[in-house]
């Protein structure tokens, strides 16, 4: 049985005082049955650690496959398992688009990521044009396949990855939840035929692009998704609650 998992991206927001009173609002709320995870700005990373306790994980936005070196405004896996980061996003479609991001930096960081124990978040998904050419799964099953060469059966067991259609992201438009179940299937079964079904079986894969608390139950309804990356709506803390209430439908 997987557990679901709701994870926030608050992308570049929130200051450390406004994270100081989101985490303050969010203290005793029940987690119970889902696995709740914020990926907060790297100047937040290390009161949010302090804040949370263990019933909330934390994440950074992204890592580094270089433990040092010359890489200006990149952020080291020593620098976040030092703070005891537990989650880390790679992959995101702003990174890829805007950073320079592939899907062999991604496999590198992934690598890295799991050499430092930081459990890697890694995003595919469509543009609107490779989606409306019905090249939807060719492209997840590139990025999918690219991101986990080179892992072991165990380390892939371990990984979460986010099915986001990039159309979908930050529009207010989402997949409909059968068609996204349909995707993250496929996914699943692009690992199955890469190590075996029983490995497939494990890994958690999410949904993003514009989730909210409106529609989070019926993604979490469908038997292949386990949870949500969320952006815009984790960024209030009665919403996040919500969400994190609301994947415990599954």
């Given at each position: 049985m997987r557990t679901p998992i709701i994870a926030g991206n608050w992308k570049m927001n929130k200051t450390i005082e406004e994270t100081k009173a989101f985490l303050n609002?969010?203290?005793?709320?029940?987690v119970e049955g889902v696995e709740a995870v914020l990926c907060v700005p790297y100047t937040d990373l290390a009161i949010a650690k302090e804040l949370v306790g263990d019933y909330i994980k934390i994440g950074s936005q992204n890592i580094h496959w270089a433990e040092s070196g010359a890489f200006t405004g990149e952020i080291s896996p020593l620098m976040l398992?030092?703070?005891?980061v537990q989650y880390a996003i790679i992959g995101h479609s702003e990174r890829r688009e805007m950073f320079g991001e592939t899907d062999e930096t991604v496999n590198k960081r992934v690598h890295a990521a799991f050499k430092?124990?930081?459990?890697?978040?890694v995003c595919v998904g469509e543009k609107i044009e490779e989606r409306e050419a019905g090249k939807t799964k060719e492209v997840v099953k590139e990025q999918t396949e690219k991101a986990i060469q080179g892992l072991t059966s165990e380390q892939v067991k371990q990984i979460?990855?986010?099915?986001?259609?990039?159309?979908?992201?930050?529009t207010g438009k989402s997949s409909t939840a059968e068609d996204a179940n349909e995707v993250i299937g496929f996914i699943r079964q692009v690992i199955a035929d890469q190590y075996d079904q029983q490995v497939a079986n494990e890994v958690r894969i999410q949904y993003g692009g514009s989730v909210k608390p409106e529609n989070i139950g019926a993604f979490m309804r469908q038997p292949e998704i386990d949870g949500a990356l969320v952006g815009g709506a984790s960024l209030d803390p009665t919403s996040f609650k919500a969400l994190v209430e609301g994947g415990k439908q599954s």
């Open positions: 609002q969010v203290k005793d709320f029940s398992k030092e703070l005891g430092h124990g930081i459990t890697p978040i979460v990855i986010a099915y986001e259609p990039i159309w979908a992201i930050g």
